[in-house]
């Protein structure tokens, strides 16, 4: 039997090609009989650069720019031709956040703007992998970033800036008049086809919004949910209302209607919510939003992949209902299920029933630690557990031959 290991990177413990290749010799233990390939995916969040770089080629240059926290921190960018690609996680990962100073009401995702302000030399197209943040500020940071590398100085008074680079707690203090420079922000990215990776296809506000649905794993408590959820609504209002009318073309305008019409469609859209409303703010600037699972699927060419093996093992830290809105797992069993080839998948934790992951194609899943008392010890040894677990599952699906 052919299997190809294609899974997404393990939290802050395994990236991509590490979780692949523990799958890999895991497999290989259980199922030596076995041909296993290795694929491995990202969806705009951690791996997404070397995920790309893997496949596309390319030159991975070098920069610096401020981490969630305000320090400098190294990141990368991949230019491949006029087309740059860069990780947002390389500047606002939650893994540069020590777990004692986890906190989303002070986090800035100023950094991201660096990072896409260093992409944009000589760059047609800037392609943004959003995922895996520790900030919830809806792109403030990001705004502000890219606001002093491409505006004249003072274009953003002191005051304001000292907002937007303070976490999302005081967004809500932010008024249209303190955003009147985003037109030209805007106008300034106008000759750059700008595009957002979003790991989720979540809305920026709501239930499931950036606050509401990720802001507690970033450190967050309840209270402080629902307080960035109504900052965040505050500035959404105060820079939609800034921005004005968007326009495309001659008489076309993009959004349509009044301050809050405009508000309500940017907040809505799928990916809005990614890396704590980052997708947003690249959404005010003109963005297309795209499920960073189904590109990076695309540049690897999956389905063709996929189509030469009898079987597809995928996995990530922990599946939830977030595996669903746009994540690796979700993408592989869709590019899987028209082929006909059984998608398994091998996570940490799987804490969706199976008529949801029926529903969305996968044929079984696996827990790599069979009992919560067990996640501890499989988070000490990450890569012995991912290997001892593929092996069994590989018995599962692939018994030995007879002799």
């Given at each position: 039997?052919?299997?190809?290991?294609?899974?997404?990177?393990?939290?802050?413990?395994?990236?991509?090609?590490?979780?692949?290749?523990?799958?890999?010799?895991?497999?290989?233990?259980?199922?030596?009989?076995?041909?296993?390939?290795?694929?491995?995916?990202?969806?705009?969040?951690?791996?997404?650069?070397?995920?790309?770089?893997?496949?596309?080629?390319?030159?991975?240059?070098?920069?610096?720019?401020?981490?969630?926290?305000?320090?400098?921190?190294?990141?990368?960018?991949?230019?491949?031709?006029?087309?740059?690609?860069?990780?947002?996680?390389?500047?606002?990962?939650?893994?540069?956040?020590?777990?004692?100073?986890?906190?989303?009401?002070?986090?800035?995702?100023?950094?991201?703007?660096?990072?896409v302000a260093a992409a944009l030399r000589g760059a047609r197209r800037v392609v943004v992998g959003l995922g895996g943040s520790a900030t919830n500020d809806a792109g403030?940071?990001?705004?502000?970033?890219?606001?002093?590398?491409?505006?004249?100085?003072?274009?953003?008074?002191?005051?304001?800036?000292?907002?937007?680079?303070?976490?999302?707690g005081g967004l809500g203090e932010v008024t249209a008049d303190d955003l009147a420079w985003l037109p030209d922000l805007r106008a300034a990215l106008r000759d750059v086809?700008?595009?957002?990776?979003?790991?989720?296809?979540?809305?920026?506000?709501?239930?499931?919004?950036?606050?509401?649905?990720?802001?507690?794993?970033?450190?967050?408590?309840?209270?402080?949910?629902?307080?960035?959820?109504?900052?965040?609504?505050?500035?959404?209002?105060?820079?939609?209302?800034?921005?004005?009318?968007?326009?495309?073309?001659?008489?076309?305008?993009?959004?349509?209607?009044?301050?809050?019409?405009?508000?309500?469609?940017?907040?809505?859209?799928?990916?809005?919510?990614?890396?704590?409303?980052?997708?947003?703010?690249?959404?005010?600037?003109?963005?297309?939003?795209?499920?960073?699972?189904?590109?990076?699927?695309?540049?690897?060419?999956?389905?063709?992949?996929?189509?030469?093996?009898?079987?597809?093992?995928?996995?990530?830290?922990?599946?939830?209902?977030?595996?669903?809105?746009?994540?690796?797992?979700?993408?592989?069993?869709?590019?899987?299920?028209?082929?006909?080839?059984?998608?398994?998948?091998?996570?940490?934790?799987?804490?969706?029933?199976?008529?949801?992951?029926?529903?969305?194609?996968?044929?079984?899943?696996?827990?790599?630690?069979?009992?919560?008392?067990?996640?501890?010890?499989?988070?000490?040894?990450?890569?012995?557990?991912?290997?001892?677990?593929?092996?069994?599952?590989?018995?599962?699906?692939?018994?030995?031959?007879?002799?």
């Open positions: 039997m052919r299997v190809l290991m294609a899974p997404d990177g393990f939290g802050t413990r395994l990236t991509p090609a590490q979780a692949a290749d523990a799958l890999r010799d895991g497999w290989r233990a259980g199922a030596p009989h076995d041909v296993v390939d290795v694929c491995p995916l990202a969806d705009g969040g951690p791996g997404f650069v070397a995920t790309l770089h893997a496949s596309l080629g390319g030159d991975v240059e070098p920069v610096t720019v401020t981490s969630p926290l305000g320090a400098p921190v190294p990141a990368a960018l991949l230019r491949v031709g006029t087309t740059v690609h860069v990780e947002s996680a390389h500047a606002l990962g939650l893994d540069l956040v020590p777990d004692d100073r986890r906190d989303p009401t002070r986090t800035t995702s100023r950094g991201a703007g660096e990072l403030a940071g990001l705004l502000l970033g890219l606001a002093t590398a491409l505006l004249p100085p003072g274009a953003v008074a002191e005051r304001v800036a000292a907002l937007l680079a303070a976490g999302g086809d700008l595009l957002a990776a979003v790991d989720v296809d979540v809305p920026l506000l709501g239930l499931q919004g950036a606050s509401a649905g990720f802001s507690q794993q970033k450190g967050a408590t309840p209270e402080q949910a629902q307080a960035l959820e109504r900052a965040l609504g505050a500035f959404a209002h105060a820079a939609t209302t800034a921005l004005g009318p968007v326009r495309t073309g001659p008489g076309a305008d993009l959004l349509g209607g009044g301050p809050d019409v405009r508000a309500a469609r940017l907040t809505g859209l799928p990916g809005a919510g990614a890396a704590g409303g980052v997708g947003f703010a690249l959404a005010l600037l003109g963005a297309r939003l795209l499920p960073g699972a189904s590109l990076v699927a695309d540049a690897v060419d999956l389905p063709g992949r996929i189509a030469r093996h009898d079987l597809v093992v995928t996995g990530e830290g922990r599946t939830d209902w977030q595996s669903l809105h746009g994540k690796v797992v979700a993408e592989v069993a869709a590019r899987a299920l028209p082929l006909a080839v059984p998608t398994v998948v091998v996570s940490g934790e799987v804490q969706v029933g199976r008529r949801e992951l029926s529903a969305a194609g996968v044929t079984a899943a696996y827990a790599v630690a069979d009992d919560p008392r067990d996640v501890p010890a499989a988070l000490a040894d990450p890569v012995g557990s991912l290997r001892a677990r593929a092996a069994r599952v590989a018995r599962t699906w692939s018994p030995a031959r007879g002799s």
